[in-house]
């Protein structure tokens, strides 16, 4: 069983930073692609940058130049840096990893962290 634990949200203004984290138990983490994900009131949950086994990245194209996502696979852990954080960044922020196993595609989440980007 894989469980995801982030950290390191806040209230925070605009052209300000955050660095959230994820830390991950129950899995061989440096094995899997992980992703952040962000969900605010009423809006879909939105896809914002994942970071695969190979180290290789991709990011939503609202946030490219901006955020930064990176893992260190000795501490199982997931980062999200963020920069110029602007007010429409506010939201619920996950992170997630998928693993497929004799059962299918099992994906997993952590609980959320809310960022809140006052104007």
């Known amino acids: 069983q894989v469980q995801l634990v982030e950290s390191g949200g806040g209230l925070v203004q605009t052209g300000g930073s955050l660095r959230l984290s994820c830390v991950a138990s129950?899995?061989?983490?440096?094995?899997?692609?992980m992703t952040w994900y962000r969900q605010s009131p009423g809006q879909e949950r939105e896809l914002v940058a994942t970071i695969f086994s190979s180290g290789s990245t991709t990011y939503a194209d609202s946030v490219k130049g901006r955020f930064t996502i990176s893992r260190d696979n000795n501490k199982n852990t997931l980062y999200l840096q963020m920069n110029s954080l602007k007010p429409e960044d506010t939201a619920v922020y996950y992170c997630?990893?998928?693993?497929?196993?004799?059962?299918?595609?099992?994906?997993?989440w952590g609980q959320g962290t809310q960022v809140t980007v006052s104007s």
């Open positions: 129950g899995s061989n983490f440096a094995n899997y692609a």
């Open positions: 997630n990893t998928n693993h497929r196993g004799p059962g299918g595609l099992m994906a997993y």
